[in-house]
């Protein structure tokens, strides 16, 4: 069974404060994804990855930044956390190429910025 | 600019009934459509997906079908149970990074 962990499931953090959100996955894969998911808004796609040390920005990059040093593991990093970054974030894992063009998530970061 | 779409927020069903959940989407050049249940509290899993060359796909109770020339997908489940209700995704893909989610549709079903 595929499996991706997330560092918390919740998690409160003060304006400006710098905040790291961990992901790893169990199943070797190649590309790893940070989204966000925020009610009336679905999921969107924060940054990607689709090898070590290799990223790319997704659709609402700004405000975060991504690590990749090992591939099992990517995190997510809020430079200056800010009230609009409260939000639910999902780490996503997939192979290079999949039959079924399927993604797994983690369980979810419910992060509150106060 | 939404590229899909998910225009009911919310669906109650009977038990038993069928659920018709139905996503639309604008661009042409998806490879893949994929649909997820998201429980509170959880990520969302993997329910079923359909390639774009296909009408229609099936796994047990779920079937999905899709109608590229009005640019629209449905997500059927026959018979609905109350374990299916969740908040259901759609999703569509370009290439192996690309992913558009659409907004949820929360299905609820009555015992």
């Known amino acids: 069974d595929v499996k991706v962990t997330q560092s918390s499931r919740y998690l409160v953090k003060r304006t400006g404060e710098k905040v790291f959100l961990e992901c790893v996955q169990d199943?070797?894969?190649?590309?790893m994804f940070w989204y966000r998911q925020d009610p009336g808004l679905g999921l969107r796609l924060i940054y990607f990855?689709?090898?070590?040390?290799?990223?790319e920005k997704g659709d609402i990059p700004e405000g975060y930044s991504v690590s990749r040093e090992k591939k099992e593991r990517f995190s997510l990093i809020l430079e200056s956390a800010s009230t609009n970054q409260t939000s639910m974030y999902l780490c996503?894992?997939?192979?290079?190429?999949?039959?079924?063009?399927?993604?797994?998530f983690g369980p979810g970061t419910r992060l509150t910025v106060t | 600019d939404q590229q899909v779409k998910q225009n009911s927020p919310s669906l109650s069903v009977q038990e038993g009934r069928i659920s018709i959940l139905n996503c639309d989407y604008t661009?042409?050049?998806?490879?893949?459509f994929l649909w997820y249940k998201k429980y509170p509290a959880e990520g969302p899993t993997f329910l079923i997906s359909?390639?774009?060359?296909?009408d229609k796909n099936e796994d047990g109770r779920f079937t999905v079908f899709l109608n590229k020339s009005a640019k629209h997908l449905s997500l059927h489940i026959v018979p609905s149970q109350p374990g299916d209700s969740a908040v259901y995704f759609c999703a569509a893909s370009v290439g192996t990074y690309k992913y558009i989610f659409g907004t949820g549709t929360r299905l609820k079903v009555l015992a």
């Open positions: 359909i390639s774009s060359i296909k």
């Open positions: 661009n042409s050049m998806f490879d893949y």
């Open positions: 990855s689709y090898d070590v040390k290799m990223k």
């Open positions: 199943m070797d894969h190649e590309n």
């Open positions: 996503a894992s997939s192979p290079p190429t999949s039959g079924t063009g399927e993604q797994y």
